[in-house]
């Protein structure tokens, strides 16, 4: 699976963004999908998850009311919709295939990870 994140770039605080991910390879459609993201200086964090059918979905506290994370299996694509972004936002987001059908927020149920797109939120 090849996994191609686009949709970043430079904001200011309270804008909203929508990240895109899309997918190729084999048929992701079956497995669960995440979004995770590492601000400068610190480890990379779990932000939200997709189970395959959507109807299973997690968030962070931190971003829980104001990203929502969606998915269109039909066109292989995963979004997370961003809103009222603060500047603690800010970070390189990625976007990862499971191998599980169901979502987690252990970095290693995901074996497949995009090249990630940078956010960059301004106060």
């Known amino acids: 699976v090849q996994l191609q994140a686009s949709g970043g770039g430079p904001v200011q605080a309270g804008d909203s963004l929508r990240l895109s991910c899309a997918a190729s390879g084999r048929t992701v459609s079956n497995n669960a999908m995440a979004w995770f993201r590492q601000a400068p200086g610190k480890e990379r964090e779990f932000v939200a998850a997709i189970s395959r059918r959507g109807d299973s979905i997690y968030y962070t506290d931190s971003v829980k009311g104001r990203f929502t994370i969606s998915r269109d299996n039909a066109k292989s694509m995963v979004y997370l919709r961003m809103n009222s972004l603060k500047p603690e936002d800010t970070a390189v987001y990625f976007c990862?295939?499971?191998?599980?059908?169901?979502?987690?927020?252990?970095?290693?149920?995901?074996?497949?990870w995009g090249q990630g797109t940078l956010v960059t939120v301004s106060s």
């Open positions: 990862a295939h499971s191998r599980f059908s169901y979502g987690s927020r252990r970095q290693g149920d995901y074996v497949a």
